[in-house]
C-alpha cells in the first residue's frame, strides 16, 4: 500500500511545547492535511490544516507550526498526534493515511538539555542541577521510553532534562 502521507517530524517519544512543528511530506485533498493532538483518553488538545502539502498524488514537503489554545496545560503528559488525509466518505476516520506519533507534551517547555548518567546520579539530582524549573518527575515523564523505574538510572544513559 502506496501511503500519501509520513510525518517525520516530531519523532516518536520527542518532547514538545506549547508551539512546535509537524514536517513530513504528503499529498492531500486541496493540498491540505488534518492533524489532531490527543490525550490517552481521547480528549482533543488542538487540532487543525496543514496547508501547503501536494495534491493529486503529488507529494511535497510540509512544515507546519502547531500552537495549541492557552487553555490546555500539561506537564509531562503522553499525548498522540495524528497526521492524517480528509476522508469525506467517512470510511476511514479520522481519515486516510494516518500517521499516529506518541510525544510528551510540556506547555512551557523552553527547551531541553541532554545530560549522560554517571555514578551516583539521582533524577532529583539531575533535575536541580542541569533543569530549569524542572522536578525529577518531568525528568522521569520526559524519559519514559528509556527509564521504566524513576530509582534505576545507569552510569551512560543519555537523559532529556525539560527546561520550563
Known sequence: MVRLIEVRQPREHDLVGRSFTVAGFASG?????LWRLTETDGDVLGQGQIHGAGSMGVVRDFGHQVSLPAGVDARGAH?????FGDDASGEN???TDLNQVRVTLFTGLSGF????VVRGDTLSAIARDHGQGTTAGDVFEANRDTV??????FP???LRVPLL
Open 29 to 33: 485533498f486541496e493540498a491540505t492535511v
Open 79 to 83: 499525548v498522540l498526534l495524528e497526521v
Open 113 to 116: 538539555r541532554l545530560h549522560e
Open 93 to 95: 476516520p479520522p481519515g
Open 148 to 153: 521504566m523505574d524513576p530509582d534505576r538510572i
Open 156 to 158: 551512560g544513559q543519555v
